[in-house]
């Protein structure tokens, strides 16, 4: 049997019960790959349950840099009977199987092209710890201290990261220590270690943190300068709002008083949630909800009156499989048309498309300042993956010259010197207007907020010609945001092929590294990631001058395709749909072999070799 | 054009301490039916606002949708009005009281937008003790779609068709103060005397304000066999007691007898007097309150006037600890925490 070998380039997969601990303890084994300066993608594939369904953690560990999910799995730590028949299966020929000796593995799980590690785990916590969830939890620490040996992790930074964990708790931090020597001591004695596949220390992260996208949306609500959030909980948006909440209590309480300078109101629904940002945004705080899917269809009619009222919603919609539960654990990219298109009447709404958490962080703030700009909902479109996993991103930014965008306001002042306000006169012909807070003026400025039905002074009216005026601004003032909403990202120079593929969110990591398996065999084709829509001129020159469009994203109806064909009147057939829709993020693999497989490749094959 | 009001006023017309007169309380010509009881509750209103001196621009209304959710346009025509979503008022007032705590909040809702497809909202904003004054203008029926019954159309009363109604009808002055409202108040719109100090404690009370007003549809739902009617409600009102509102900066001259009635005195110094009370009911203590609203119900009487009151009501701002200033005032000195908290934010994800 030829063992798998190879130094910093593997896919390592825990298979745990869910709720006994196993997840905490697998973060610390990422978190050591990790400040080994070695660059590595975790993911966590979760059920739709608290304790005792089975759940994996992945990690995929790349000396290259390549962050997105890999098909194969090299080491498989098993911890879970119920899904052992599987997981035996799952182990790449050559591969190695870990699991808890305590007991004899049945014969059926024998594999004859894998390598079988046993430690007796849950021997060896019974015999050094005496509380019966002590033991469970340190059973995880145990075979994370086998790793250690086993993968040729330092075991100082291990400790390391143990003694950082435990701060504030130091009594807890010897027994851990234990556990982890405990696993160690047992490898080193019974199989050479380290194993042919291993990681040694590089310099590959630099300056990078470890984050998941959600905690960098909170806190870029925080820096944003959001002061009332709303929400209803849902998976995977949940710690969206947690994130924001535990920094406000630490960065936004004022030391003298103990007053806060921010609201979190857990809504009944998620039609309260909207409703409260509406609220408040109407009443000129800055205010945001999180959502998923079945979040968005409840916030939709809120979304059509704030569109039409022009009133600011910042909103995350961190994307998930589906509706009800199950499934919903699982991360696609399948609210796009949902979300553009949210709600009654002819409304569209602006999108952003994070990639990183870094991203979600910048643009958490920049859609406070679009929505205020633009009196209109934006929404940030992330997803399970990008959300709930944490990823290796370049550190938060902010620029301290950096000033809130709260758009096109009148204050008392301007009131005065104003001499005849129209809440909705285009008065700088860009289609976004002035408007003006409740409180502001004792005699100027009042006016009765509406759907529809009112003319530019904001009066009622059922004209039809002043709805439609109302409403063809609307549209002025979409063409206004498409110079400011973040540009789409190129990575090369000028085109230097005739198909291109376009991409955006979480698919950006395994798409870049398609395309460099796609260079590999010859086929150099252009790149764009999108970060936004209304899409601007650049994403329509990039269409426009390619004679093929791979278009890949993580839905099975290929939405995001849709909403280039309705938003650029492109013709169908120019743009080829590469997806992906089983909840699992979408791999490089999957890309590359969708585009080599398309006919449409030898049509630009020709074309797209490189010609050098 | 009804919408269009003369401007011009009379020279002389008397002012309020503010120098307002009360036709600068006013708003559009209303264009619900005539004789419409939302029509006298805007009068009220305005009459409530002229007399506390309340700076109209410091006052925001908003409602949901429906007949008595689009009267906000017909009275304070200097305050900002939100015409926002049905059954929504309470999240879009959630979120506008949180953003500046020094105004006075007015939500205008109907039965079927707060009985029926708001009644979750309107629960859950009793529960956060929000400060804002809720009014519900209560007609039995949804007026803007013809009339069919609303959840508030009693057990057994007629429609316009004749048709029995066979549903129990929701009385949202029990369920309120069930969920732990601090202010429950009824009235009919065709009682300005009372309506009037009842609108005026609303707004001085801090936490929800609940008043439902029935307010008789007289288009669909002002026939023989509705309970809802003028007629009907006229004859069947039973009032809690006599009510007055006192400002706090007015000196109290009157005095009653011991026993006659109960001075409530409010956060802001001002007092609620109620007059001639029942014997066994004190409008301070939740549970008689709840047994003489079904005592009185059991005799086929309405209850009106003012139901309960939580004399120390802890509103919203103070359950979140929010900061005295307004939170829509804050700006990036208040919110932004900087760089260098950020870096440290970074340190530790690494």
């Not at chain 1, 390592?12 to 080994?36: D, L, P, Q, Y």
């Not at chain 1, 064909?565 to 969708?594: C, F, Q, W």
């Not at chain 2, 309340?54 to 949708?65: C, D, M, N, Q, Y």
Request: net charge negative; glycine share 8%.
């Amino acid at each position: 049997m030829q063992k798998l070998s190879a130094v910093n380039d593997f896919v390592i997969r825990f298979a745990n019960v869910n709720g006994s601990g196993s997840s905490s303890a697998n973060e610390i084994f990422a978190k050591a790959i990790f400040r080994m300066g070695i660059p590595m993608s975790p993911k966590n594939v979760f059920p739709s349950n608290i304790q005792g369904l089975p759940t994996w953690y992945e990690v995929r560990v790349s000396e290259k840099g390549y962050m997105g999910r890999r098909e194969g799995v090299d080491i498989m730590v098993s911890l879970n009977p119920q899904s052992m028949t599987r997981d035996v299966e799952d182990v790449a020929p050559g591969g190695y199987f870990v699991y808890d000796n305590s007991k004899p593995l049945l014969k059926e799980f024998i594999r004859e092209d894998v390598t079988y590690i046993g430690i007796p785990m849950i021997q060896m916590s019974i015999a050094n710890y005496t509380n019966p969830r002590q033991q469970q939890l340190f059973k995880n620490i145990i075979y994370v201290g086998a790793l250690v040996e086993l993968l040729g992790i330092e075991m100082a930074v291990m400790k390391g990261i143990i003694a950082d964990q435990f701060a504030k708790k130091p009594k807890l931090i010897p027994p851990n220590d234990l556990a982890l020597d405990l696993g160690a001591n047992y490898v080193k004695e019974h199989y050479t270690c380290p194993l042919p596949l291993h990681v040694k220390r590089l310099d590959a992260n630099g300056d990078s943190i470890l984050m998941d996208g959600n905690t960098a949306t909170g806190i870029g609500g925080i820096y944003g300068g959001a002061t009332v959030v709303s929400w209803y909980p849902i998976t995977p948006s949940t710690s969206v709002v947690n994130a924001f909440e535990s920094y406000a209590h630490k960065l936004r309480v004022d030391p003298e008083t103990g007053k806060r300078n921010f609201a979190v109101v857990q809504s009944e629904d998620e039609l309260a949630a909207i409703g409260i940002v509406v609220g408040a945004t109407w009443n000129g705080a800055r205010a945001f909800t999180a959502t998923s899917g079945p979040g968005i269809s409840l916030m939709s009619e809120f979304l059509g009156l704030a569109y039409f009222a022009e009133l600011p919603v910042t909103l995350v919609n961190v994307q998930r499989a589906g509706p009800s539960t199950g499934m919903p654990t699982r991360t696609q990219q399948a609210d796009i048309l949902a979300s553009a298109y949210a709600s009654h009447g002819d409304t569209r709404h602006i999108l952003l498309f994070p990639s990183t958490p870094e991203e979600c962080f910048q643009f958490a703030a920049k859609a406070l300042d679009l929505a205020d700009r633009f009196q209109t909902p934006v929404i940030i479109m992330s997803d399970l993956d990008l959300g709930m996993n944490k990823h290796m991103s370049p550190p938060l930014k902010w620029d301290e010259t950096r000033k809130y965008d709260l758009g096109k306001v009148l204050d008392a002042e301007a009131l005065e010197n104003t001499e005849e306000y129209g809440r909705y006169l285009d008065v700088d012909e860009d289609g976004i207007c002035y408007r003006t807070l409740p409180g502001a003026h004792p005699t100027k400025g009042a006016f009765f907020t509406r759907g529809t039905a009112r003319d530019e002074m904001a009066r009622y009216t059922e004209d039809g010609a002043a709805y439609k005026r109302i409403v063809d601004r609307l549209m002025k003032k979409w063409e206004t945001a498409k110079q400011r909403v973040p540009g789409p990202e190129l990575y090369q120079s000028g085109n230097q092929s005739s198909a291109g593929v376009i991409f955006f969110g979480t698919t950006t990591y395994s798409a870049m590294e398609a395309s460099d398996m796609l260079k590999a065999d010859g086929f150099d084709l252009d790149m764009m990631r999108i970060a936004a829509f209304p899409f601007n001129d650049e994403v329509e020159k990039f269409v426009e001058s390619h004679d093929y469009v791979f278009v890949v994203e993580q839905n099975r109806d290929a939405q995001f395709r849709s909403l280039l064909i309705n938003e650029l009147d492109v013709a169908p057939s120019k743009l080829i749909p590469v997806l992906n829709y089983d909840g699992m993020p979408i791999t490089a693999d999957h890309i590359r072999n969708e585009i080599e497989n398309s006919p449409i490749l030898s049509l630009v094959n020709g074309k797209t070799q490189k010609t050098s | 054009m009804t919408y269009l009001k003369p401007t011009f006023r009379h020279p002389k017309m008397p002012k309020n301490k503010i120098g307002f007169a009360k036709a600068d309380y006013e708003g559009a010509v209303s264009t619900l039916c005539a004789g419409c009881g939302h029509d006298s509750i805007s009068a009220a209103i305005v009459q409530s606002c002229y007399e506390m001196s309340i700076e109209p621009h410091r006052l925001a209304k908003v409602s949901g949708i429906g007949c008595s959710s689009k009267a906000p346009t017909y009275f304070l025509s200097n305050s900002h009005g939100f015409n926002s979503v049905h059954g929504r008022m309470p999240s879009v007032m959630t979120g506008a009281n949180l953003a500046n705590r020094d105004l006075i909040y007015l939500g205008v809702s109907g039965d079927g937008d707060t009985a029926s497809i708001g009644i979750g909202q309107f629960v859950h904003a009793i529960r956060r003790n929000l400060n804002m004054v809720y009014i519900v203008m209560n007609n039995g029926c949804y007026g803007l779609t013809k009339g069919q019954d609303s959840a508030t159309a009693d057990y057994g009363s007629k429609s316009k068709s004749g048709t029995e109604n066979v549903f129990q009808g929701i009385d949202l002055t029990a369920m309120a103060m069930e969920q732990g409202a601090t202010f429950v108040a009824r009235s009919f719109s065709g009682d300005k005397t009372q309506l009037v100090p009842l609108i005026k404690a609303a707004m001085s009370h801090p936490g929800f304000a609940f008043i439902d007003i029935v307010s008789p549809c007289v288009t669909f739902n002002n026939h023989v066999g509705s309970t809802k009617s003028y007629s009907f409600t006229r004859d069947h009102i039973e009032a809690t007691s006599a009510i007055d509102f006192v400002p706090k900066r007015d000196e109290i001259t009157v005095d009653y007898q011991e026993g006659d009635g109960v001075r409530v005195k409010l956060h802001d110094g001002s007092t609620i007097e109620l007059e001639k009370l029942s014997s066994d009911w004190d409008p301070t203590d939740r549970q008689s309150s709840i047994k003489q609203l079904h005592a009185v119900k059991a005799s086929g009487q309405l209850l009106t006037g003012l139901l309960y009151i939580d004399p120390e009501s802890q509103e919203f701002h103070e359950l979140q600890q929010t900061t005295e200033r307004p939170l829509n005032e804050l700006r990036e000195e208040d919110l932004c925490p900087g760089s260098d908290a950020l870096e440290k934010i970074n340190q530790s994800f690494r």
